[in-house]
């Protein structure tokens, strides 16, 4: 049976990680796959390994590295996620969505989530930013919620609502951070799937069908965590290979983590100038 942590458990986390910073963030961030540079950009960092906390799990993925990092990035404290848990790598939805809550308790007030997602929209291109819009919850539809099990009221009620998930005006900042600074930003509707192989052409054909512009495997648990929460959310894909909706390219990992050495300044100079506004 999967692992669910109840507060008593996300609490002791949090407050081994007190006992290591001098200061609670206010905005948390989550990198994905070939976008964790953007922790250098922290200033003054404390990191944090995740394997250095009881009970927490560890990331197995090439390029996400495993750890938080805490500190300051435009006069805001932050906590940045270096590396992130997925599905995929054998964990529970609790287990996927455990660092949402303990930043919650750490006080976040916004979080920044991060991904590196393939094109299903023909128009996207490698190395665009996508501002998340909206998500389809393709994983949770078939049973996998990360807010299964006993409610933790602490955080929020039982049956959240999920219509407006992603902050409105925190989307409309990104899209005017965006065009002041010459950035395309496309915009569109993630989709998560439970991974780790990539879709097949059909797969992607599907989707399309239903209105999906990138697809990846993470993001959404993350983002019902944070919204159950009460916690503010703005999403960013970087589009990490083209659609193949016909089958004539394969698409790899090396891919995805190359198109990240494109997407991080973009977002990088995102993420700024939204902290600059906070």
């Given amino acids: 049976m999967d692992k669910i942590f109840s507060y008593a458990e996300i609490e002791q986390i949090t407050n081994v990680i007190r006992t290591k910073i001098n200061r609670n963030p206010r905005?948390?961030?989550?990198?994905?796959?070939?976008?964790g540079g953007l922790a250098g950009s922290v200033e003054e960092p404390t990191a944090?390994?995740?394997?250095?906390?009881?009970?927490?799990?560890?990331?197995?993925?090439?390029?996400?590295?495993?750890?938080?990092?805490?500190?300051n990035l435009e006069g805001q404290p932050v906590v940045v996620m270096q590396g992130r848990l997925h599905y995929y790598?054998?964990?529970?939805?609790?287990e996927v969505t455990l660092p949402i809550r303990v930043m919650q308790l750490?006080?976040?007030?916004?979080?920044?989530?991060?991904?590196?997602?393939?094109?299903?929209?023909?128009?996207?291109?490698p190395g665009d930013v996508m501002l998340?819009?909206?998500h389809l919850n393709l994983i949770g539809m078939a049973g996998l919620s990360p807010l299964r099990g006993p409610n933790l009221d602490e955080f929020g009620q039982r049956f959240p609502d999920m219509s407006r998930a992603y902050d409105r005006e925190l989307?409309?900042?990104?899209?005017?951070?965006?065009?002041?600074?010459?950035i395309g930003l496309q915009r569109g509707i993630y989709a998560c799937l439970a991974g780790p192989s990539f879709e097949t052409p059909a797969d992607l054909r599907f989707?399309?069908?239903?209105?999906?512009?990138?697809?990846?495997?993470?993001?959404v648990p993350?983002?019902?965590?944070?919204?159950?929460?009460?916690?503010?959310?703005?999403?960013?894909?970087g589009i990490s290979n083209k659609a193949n909706l016909d089958g004539n390219t394969l698409t790899t990992h090396a891919e995805v983590l190359e198109a990240g050495q494109v997407i991080v300044p973009k977002l990088e100079n995102l993420v700024r100038g939204l902290l600059r506004r906070l």
């Fill in 207 to 219: 989707l399309r069908s239903i209105g999906v512009d990138a697809v990846g495997m993470s993001t």
């Fill in 48 to 71: 944090i390994a995740y394997s250095s906390l009881p009970n927490f799990p560890v990331s197995t993925v090439e390029g996400h590295i495993g750890q938080f990092v805490f500190g």
């Fill in 89 to 94: 790598e054998g964990y529970g939805m609790a």
């Fill in 106 to 125: 750490l006080g976040i007030k916004v979080l920044i989530v991060t991904n590196a997602a393939g094109a299903v929209n023909p128009v996207f291109e």
């Fill in 222 to 237: 993350e983002v019902t965590v944070a919204h159950h929460g009460g916690t503010r959310v703005l999403g960013l894909s």
């Fill in 171 to 182: 989307a409309e900042q990104a899209r005017q951070i965006a065009s002041e600074k010459g």
């Fill in 132 to 134: 998340i819009t909206d």
């Fill in 27 to 35: 905005v948390g961030l989550i990198l994905g796959s070939g976008l």
